[in-house]
């Protein structure tokens, strides 16, 4: 018989900071290869990118939607 995995052993608090930390630690890894990904093929690194659509506003569209969702605006 298989050990439940180690997550199921935590209480519940520590079992959600754990997924939370490998959310925060995914997502470092994704930002990281976009900001590769844009350098490389652009010249733009991600923080510019961000900051060209930001005074953008709604009226952006889609080619800023990665930064609209970072920001939770609309």
């Known amino acids: ?33 976009l ?10 690194p991600l923080s510019e990118y961000r900051a060209l659509c930001t005074p953008a506003g709604p009226t952006a569209g889609r080619r800023c939607a990665w930064v609209n969702w970072r920001t939770g605006s609309v």
């Open 1 to 33: 018989m298989n050990a439940p995995p180690a997550s199921d052993l935590l209480p519940a608090d520590e079992a959600q900071d754990d997924r939370r930390c490998m959310a925060v630690r995914l997502l470092g890894r994704v930002e990281k290869h």
């Open 35 to 44: 900001d590769e990904t844009l350098q490389r093929r652009h010249g733009l």
